[in-house]
């Protein structure tokens, strides 16, 4: 029998992501489909604890499928970290009648769901983050634009680099994870990549693979760096100290939260919401919705939180292969 649901919230928290408003957008409509109304509480916990919201109906997300950002806005909240501050929290949910929420972000804002739920608010989580390392699923929204966001950036700054004859090295987002950098680095034939996952020997891991470039009969070369990795001007500073070539550095930084979310991203956006209302009639609260071998899956949020995923390290051997020395030509 099928628990009956009469108001849900929804809110985005933590870093955007784009087709967070696609997520939106499916929750409010299916909500609507199900007799369930829809409360979005703006600004994350934050607007939670301040009663920051408005009622959402099936006219309100409409024209935002195509549109990167959140119409929810999101903001991390340090107070929600305490009891005090949890406590307000669910007085507004008991204030508005809320049974539940929809929490669209990353591990942060799950850590936070499961504090609420503990409180007796039952929530569901949603993953949206464009670094791709939230442990429980094999895909996060968000990703797939943020790729393509910085390939695109990458292969601009390919043809100056062809034109001048120079060594680029390009950071790209990701905190702690090289989910975005290896990805990117592999789709545009990178010379080297460095993921904070593998720690660093720059003579082995750059200053060899110019060389190794060089004598292939390369003239430009591009270096990828994740954030969580080094500094793409510290990097860039030993290229120029070891073998006497100027890099330019490009950090893409922000840029690649913004813009249009990908089919993908829109696609997977939607599937994750709609499964999302569908988990409270179903009696699968307190959970995050996952996907794992391409199916859509909840799993409880204090397990959600517990699992860790690793970057894809043949992934390496398939970027040293395919970009190896003896093909100059890209």
């Known amino acids: ?63 935002i499928l195509t549109r990167g950002g959140t119409i929810l806005y999101t903001a991390r909240s340090e107070e929600f970290k305490t009891k005090e501050g949890r406590k307000k929290a669910v007085a507004t949910c008991k204030m508005l009648g809320i049974d539940g929420i929809v929490a669209i972000g990353g591990d942060g804002t799950f850590r936070g769901a499961l504090e609420l739920s503990r409180m007796g608010i ?60 290896l990805y990117v680095g592999i789709a545009v034939g990178a010379t080297a990549v460095l993921v904070p996952e593998k720690k660093l020997n720059i003579e082995e891991d750059v200053i060899e693979k110019i060389r190794d470039s060089r004598i292939a009969g390369n003239t430009h070369f591009m270096i990828v760096v994740a954030e969580g990795a080094g500094k793409a001007y510290d990097i860039a500073a030993a290229i120029r100290d070891e073998i006497g070539i100027d890099p330019r550095v490009t950090v893409l930084g922000h840029i690649q939260r913004g813009g249009s979310p990908s089919a993908r991203d829109r696609e ?63």
């Not at 983050?129 to 990703?143: A, L, M, Q, V, W």
């Open 1 to 63: 029998m099928e628990k009956k649901i009469d108001r849900i919230g929804v809110l985005t928290s933590g870093g955007d992501a784009p087709g967070m408003n696609a997520a939106v957008r499916a929750v409010v409509r299916t909500a609507q489909s199900m007799g369930i109304e829809c409360i979005g509480i703006r600004r994350g916990w934050h607007g939670l604890i301040s009663g920051d919201f408005e009622v959402l109906k099936p006219g309100s997300v409409s024209h």
């Open 122 to 181: 039952p929530v569901v989580g949603v993953p949206a983050t464009i670094d791709n390392d939230i442990g429980c699923t094999n895909y996060s929204i968000g990703f797939d634009t943020a790729c393509n966001t910085a390939i695109d950036c990458i292969d601009k700054l390919r043809d100056t680099m062809q034109s001048h004859e120079r060594c680029s090295v390009i950071e790209v987002m990701g905190r702690d994870a090289g989910f975005l950098a």
């Open 268 to 330: 997977t956006a939607t599937r994750m919401g709609y499964y999302a209302v569908k988990a409270f009639a179903e009696e699968k609260e307190n959970t995050v919705i996952c996907i794992q071998n391409g199916a859509i899956t909840a799993i409880p949020i204090e397990e959600a939180l517990k699992m860790k995923r690793s970057l894809q390290m043949d992934r390496y051997e398939i970027l040293e292969t395919v970009g190896i020395k003896a093909f100059p030509e890209d």
